[in-house]
């Protein structure tokens, strides 16, 4: 038996593939102070996008940090990746769900969908559902980040079951996830 000395694939070869810092929406300078999206009132403060609201609003984080001879400025308006996505429709991620079955459980499917997408903003509130268009035999599911689209994928394939492929691009930040039903449900 005659083992492989060379390799496929090298780590300089893979990180050439392999681009992640691609996104034309991601902020590329952290700039200084703290600024609100106008559309979901999103705060950008120390590098990361939060909900109002949430631990680590920016609004405490910032008023807690100052000393307390300087006084807190405002935030500046700015309009955060998610919002500027759904307003050109610029998709990161596409989920497909396919099921025989679908007229019986599309209240439930649809129910879980935005339930989701309601967890994941707690998470990342740039991770969100574009657009939902249904089907006769499904629903096509347009996300802003390729992340929700996968949470989306494992959440039915959990609840469910059924087929779940991922497609991943290695050029652009881009999934593609296609979840076929199953014939009979087991819960």
Same mark, same amino acid.
């Given at each position: 038996?005659?083992? %492989?000395?060379?390799? %496929? !694939? ?20 952290? $700039? ?5 999206? $106008? ?6 403060? %120390? ?26 400025? $405002?935030?500046? $308006? !700015? &309009?955060? =990746? ?6 050109? %429709? !610029? ?6 769900? *396919?099921? =025989?079955?679908?007229?019986? *459980?599309?209240?439930?499917? &649809? ?24 089907? =006769? ?28 492929? !991922? ?6 930040? &881009? ?13």
């Amino acid at each position: 038996m005659t083992m %492989r000395r060379a390799k %496929r !694939y090298t780590v300089q070869s893979f990180k050439e593939k392999e681009q992640t810092g691609n996104d034309p929406y991601s902020m590329r300078g952290a $700039p200084k102070g703290v600024l609100e999206c $106008p559309e979901c009132h999103a705060m950008y403060y %120390r590098k990361r996008w939060v909900l109002p609201g949430a631990s680590g609003d920016g609004r405490a984080a910032q008023s807690s940090g100052k000393k307390a001879g300087k006084a807190a400025q $405002p935030p500046q $308006p !700015y &309009l955060c =990746p998610a919002c500027r996505k759904l307003r050109d %429709r !610029y998709p990161e991620g596409f989920v497909s769900i *396919y099921w =025989p079955n679908w007229v019986t *459980y599309q209240t439930e499917v &649809l129910n879980l969908i935005h339930n989701e997408e309601a967890r994941a903003r707690e998470d990342n509130p740039l991770a969100r559902i574009m657009n939902i268009r249904t089907r =006769p035999d499904g629903i096509d599911i347009e996300t802003t980040t390729e992340k929700m689209a996968q949470r989306i994928g494992q959440r039915l394939r959990k609840a469910f079951h059924g087929d779940v492929q !991922y497609k991943w691009s290695h050029k652009d930040k &881009l999934a593609r996830i296609d979840w076929k039903g199953p014939v009979k449900v087991t819960m």
